[in-house]
Nanobody, 115 residues
Framework: QVQLVESGGGLVQAGGSLRLSCAAS????????MGWYRQAPGKQRELVAS???????NYADAVKGRFTISRDNAKNTVYLQMNSLKPEDTAVYYC?????????WGQGTQVTVSS
């Protein structure tokens, strides 16, 4: 089992920045991919960014150049630095960890960007 706890969401004006954190615990040795997803009202959950154990990173086109995913292995924590936020970035952001064939989710953190 892997437990994920997100923090760092909130309300910000367009053009502002937020940093999300995801602290992982439990059987983290089995995790090979960690990522951030988001779900806006009435929309499907979508991948925002992911980072593999080897360091490979993937971003959704909508956030390229604005968001940065990183990890601190010593703290078992993954971060999502979000800059130049837009109202369309408003969503609940979820941390995800994949271990073999199992996917774990955090409880989600709300990000609201006002225009």
């Amino acid at each position: 089992q892997v437990q994920l706890v997100e923090s760092g969401g909130g309300l910000v004006q367009a053009g502002g920045s937020l940093r999300l954190s995801c602290a992982a615990s439990g059987s983290i040795f089995s995790v090979n991919v960690m990522g951030w997803y988001r779900q806006a009202p009435g929309k499907q959950r979508e991948l925002v960014a992911s980072i593999l154990n080897g360091g490979s990173i993937n971003y959704a086109d909508a956030v390229k150049g604005r968001f940065t995913i990183s990890r601190d292995n010593a703290k078992n924590t993954v971060y999502l630095q979000m800059n130049s936020l837009k109202p369309e970035d408003t969503a609940v952001y979820y941390c995800n960890a994949k271990a073999r064939l199992v996917s774990y989710w955090g409880q989600g953190t709300q990000v609201t960007v006002s225009s």
